[in-house]
T-cell receptor
Framework: GQNIDQPTEMTATEGAIVQINCTYQ??????LFWYQQHAGEAPTFLSY????GLEEKGRFSSFLSRSKGYSYLLLKELQMKDSASYLC???????????FGAGTRLAVHP | DSGVTQTPKHLITATGQRVTLRCSPR?????VYWYQQSLDQGLQFLIQ???????AKGNILERFSAQQFPDLHSELNLSSLELGDSALYFC????????????FGPGTRLTVL
């Protein structure tokens, strides 16, 4: 079956760097998405990796290793507003359906 | 604002009832996806439509059905509702290509009493 794992919760300090890991075991893998979701709100797109390597976008970076079934999201210069859930999702198959991990709840404290 | 709209925002109903959730995709997007998110659960893929045709099914119950209309809006019908159906229901849309990003609507919060 399809399986996506990420840590349930993480805490970090304002101004610091945090890395959220995601491992996946899937078939028909196209690429890996990261979304941010504040409680009760819609997920918002952060990044999409298709090829191996690091993609940098401002304070956020995302890495993918297809051979290892592994990705991470790196958040730098953490701000209080970064407290949210971070969802890792694999795009699968010809119609690109997304299979989501359970999400990592990040708490940023002063 | 993603450009995807969903109505209603909140819905409270009783067990055994039937409800319809509506989604309008972003202008120009052909694909619509439906997801269910229960309390403290991840997003569960339910079903996908592309230009009016069903394309992929996930863990969608037989009591649930969906369709996409010629104007590309979509409706998710939930019948014989149970307490466990209480959840946030999101729709997402994308243009249609392989690398396209799915953009999520604000969701409909369904409470079954």
């Amino acid at each position: 079956g399809q399986n996506i794992d990420q840590p349930t919760e993480m805490t970090a300090t304002e101004g610091a760097i945090v890395q959220i890991n995601c491992t996946y075991q899937t078939s028909g893998f196209n690429g890996l998405f990261w979304y941010q979701q504040h409680a009760g709100e819609a997920p918002t797109f952060l990044s999409y990796n298709v090829l191996d390597g690091l993609e940098e976008k401002g304070r956020f970076s995302s890495f993918l290793s297809r051979s290892k079934g592994y990705s991470y999201l790196l958040l730098k210069e953490l701000q209080m507003k970064d407290s949210a859930s971070y969802l890792c999702a694999a795009s699968l198959g010809g119609y690109n359906k997304l299979i989501f991990g359970a999400g990592t709840r990040l708490a940023v404290h002063p | 604002d993603s450009g995807v709209t969903q109505t209603p925002k909140h819905l409270i109903t009783a067990t055994g009832q039937r409800v319809t959730l509506r989604c309008s995709p972003r202008s120009g997007d052909l694909s619509v996806y439906w997801y269910q998110q229960s309390l403290d659960q991840g997003l569960q893929f339910l079903i996908q439509y592309y230009n009016g045709e069903e394309r992929a099914k996930g863990n969608i119950l037989e009591r649930f059905s969906a369709q996409q209309f010629p104007d590309l809006h979509s409706e998710l019908n939930l019948s014989s509702l149970e307490l466990g159906d209480s959840a946030l229901y999101f729709c997402a849309s994308k243009l249609g290509g392989e690398g396209d990003t799915q953009y999520f609507g604000p969701g409909t919060r369904l409470t079954v009493l």
